[in-house]
């Protein structure tokens, strides 16, 4: 009887001269471990390298690590192969993941325009032509022949220490709209020479920094390279380009890992790291092309693939012989082991809601993922403790938080007794997960309550919490996670029919007309009002700030996607709108003019944010002497907020 129910994912593969020993590879993230100014290896990044080896995965590539660290960088904190003084702590790397039979790759990088980002004020950075209005003349100019013969030299001395450092292979990035893959593009190369123009001519730079890099690891290990399947941008290369490049470039390569998108410049961005908005596995049909089109090239594809079934699904189907993962492994660090030994339901889903990116661009290191505080603090050993005293903890709330907190608190052997004044657990989870394009949450939460009951806390649902029953209950510790309750500001009308809560359109709770008017665009309120589009509803979203600040809670990553979104489901924006008073079919609304406007509606949808109930919080705090409050109680935010603020408080129990 097979171990699990992934027989090709768990198949070996040979790529070049080394042997994976599954299929799944830990795509490149940028975690800002390095040394800030130096790139060294520090203690705080093998920590994190070696997790990313403990969760299985036959190979990890270390993300953005620039062949030069004058002008090639793209991140702070990043790792440096650009001084022999770097190899000691290569190596070290290198051993560490070996421990764990595991692959070990870098994404060498020049980053061209993005590398500007990391110059002095007054430095230019090098593209393949400059191209308004992407490129801003003052900062980026093109690159001459003898640079991008240093450009050539960079890559090969920085190959050179890899092999050296005992990594079994190394990636040329070549997406993204960094320096190489510019060259390749027909919207990012205007060049007049014989670099540009034709494809041959714009292929002419990147095949001789291939040919120089083959010719530089002669046979100790293979390279891997980073292409897009599309750029998403007006005029960018198409795919029957990408294929011919790729059959020249697989004289030089044995393996490429399929992206899509950039690092700016609108929606690319949202797609080079896909959130919820965008579909799972959006870039297999491209790695499918690429894989028909040159068998004998290995191909790896990653965009927003989070489960094994679908990982399998991909392999089986030889749409792609590896894919790559980098959020579904980041918020289960035992993913991979758990797959191939049956405990697939043990494995803690992402949600793909991008908290993991929060800071990381402003050179923070990555400090957390939303289902799995510990990531990024690996360093600090946060293994669970025993408890030295046994104590019997009293959670009030099963929100997220709650949930999260009886189960770490249990782990650590403590007595937990869990209260809920709904009749089943989840809070505000229920709503979080309902919308249409939020699958991942959905897998999340059933996994966190499933968790939560097999815990061996004792659960009480259906009991509002109050002084009496905490002192009959008489725990040494009390957590207080009653969440947040809705804002519903001062507005005539507010109490009148057809006027209901976003929530309770989330959950289903309160139908809708055919015409709806919401009001609030933060997250929540942008949200139900894209899915009532989404169910042919026709929709106003109102709100005071400018629309420039509308779900200003959401990661920049994924605002252009939702932008798109809204646009293409016909959703009315209208900021800088007072609401003045909720009528019987229709809201009142002070426009930026200072006049009203009348919205005729069948439904107004309430969602003016949320805000911790002082008086329930405060008639409970003051009974235990060891008393906590998480979550949205302590002070308003997502979901990965509760969950972090869950754990840490654990720690202190």
Not at 54 to 61: D, E, F, H, K, N
Not at 380 to 400: D, F
Request: proline residues 5%; aromatic residues 8%; hydrophobic residues 40%.
């Amino acid at each position: 009887m097979p171990l699990n129910k992934f027989p090709h994912v768990y198949q070996p593969i040979q790529v070049g001269n080394m042997t994976l020993k599954n299929r799944i590879q830990y795509s490149p993230i940028v975690t800002n471990h390095a040394g800030y100014k130096s790139g060294e290896v520090t203690h705080q990044l093998l920590e994190f390298v070696s997790g990313q080896a403990r969760t299985g995965a036959a190979l990890v590539t270390i993300g953005s690590t620039p062949v030069n660290f004058n002008e090639a960088r793209d991140f702070f904190g990043c790792l440096s192969a650009t001084k022999d003084e770097d190899v000691a702590g290569l190596t070290m790397m290198a051993e560490e993941l070996h421990r764990y039979d595991c692959k070990l790759s870098a994404e060498l990088i020049h980053g061209g325009q993005w590398g500007a980002l990391t110059l002095p004020e007054g430095e230019m950075g090098w593209v393949a032509s400059v191209v308004e209005p992407y490129h801003d003349p003052k900062r980026l100019r093109e690159i001459t022949r003898p640079e991008m013969l240093k450009v050539i030299d960079d890559f090969v001395a920085a190959l050179n220490r890899c092999a050296r450092s005992f990594f079994d292979m190394a990636m040329i990035h070549y997406a993204h709209g960094n320096l190489m893959s510019g060259f390749l593009s027909t919207l990012w190369n205007q060049r007049g020479d014989k670099y540009g123009g034709s494809e041959k001519n714009r292929w002419r730079f990147p095949l001789e920094l291939l040919e120089a890099a083959h010719g530089a690891v002669n046979g100790r290990m293979p390279l891997e390279m980073r292409v897009v399947g599309n750029e998403h941008l007006p005029g960018g290369t198409t795919l029957d380009e990408r294929i011919r490049f790729l059959k020249e470039a697989s004289k030089y390569i044995d393996m490429i890992v399929v992206s899509a998108g950039n690092l700016m410049y609108g929606e690319a961005f949202s797609y080079n790291m896909p959130g919820y908005y965008i579909p799972e596995g959006v870039n297999v049909e491209y790695a499918a092309a690429f894989k028909e089109a040159i068998p004998s090239l290995a191909v790896s594809v990653c965009g927003g693939i989070s489960t094994l079934e679908h990982a399998e699904e991909i392999i089986k189907t030889g749409k792609a012989d590896i894919v790559a993962m980098a959020k579904a492994l980041m918020a289960d660090g035992d993913y991979v082991n758990k797959g191939a030994r049956g405990l697939e339901k043990d494995i803690r889903p992402c949600m793909r809601c991008m908290y993991c990116l929060r800071g990381v661009n402003n050179g923070n290191h990555l400090a957390g993922c939303a289902v799995n505080p510990t990531l990024g603090w690996e360093y600090r050993n946060l293994t669970p403790v025993p408890a030295l005293k046994k104590k019997k903890v009293m959670i009030v709330g099963a929100g997220p938080g709650g949930m999260a907190a009886a189960q770490y608190i249990a782990e650590r052997g403590h007595e937990v007794v869990l209260y809920e004044k709904g009749d089943k657990l989840g809070g505000r989870m229920h709503e979080a997960s309902s919308l249409s394009f939020k699958a991942g949450f959905r897998r999340y939460f059933e996994y966190t309550v499933r968790k939560t009951i097999e815990s061996g806390a004792r659960i009480v649902t259906g009991v509002e919490v109050n002084a009496d029953t905490v002192k009959i209950e008489s725990p040494d510790a009390l957590v207080i996670a009653v969440g947040a309750k809705p804002v519903m500001p001062g507005i005539k009308g507010s109490g009148g029919p057809g006027v209901v809560d976003v929530s309770a359109v989330d959950r289903g709770d309160a139908a809708t007309g055919g015409k709806v008017v919401v009001c609030g665009a933060g997250l929540s309120g942008t949200e139900c009002a894209l899915q009532l589009a989404m169910e042919g509803k026709v929709v106003t979203l109102v709100d005071m700030l400018p629309e420039e600040r509308f779900y200003d809670d959401l990661v920049h990553f994924s605002k252009p996607t939702l932008a798109r979104l809204l646009q293409e489901n016909k959703v009315k924006l209208m900021p800088e709108c007072t609401v003045e008073e909720f009528k019987e079919g229709a809201v009142i609304v002070k426009n930026a003019a200072g006049k009203n406007v009348t919205l005729s509606c069948d439904t107004a949808v309430a969602a003016f944010g949320v805000s911790p109930d002082k008086a329930a919080i405060a008639a409970l705090s003051e009974i235990i002497p060891e008393t906590y409050i998480i979550g949205d109680a302590e002070k308003p935010g997502v979901i990965g907020d509760a969950i972090a603020s869950a754990y840490w408080l654990t720690r202190r129990v």
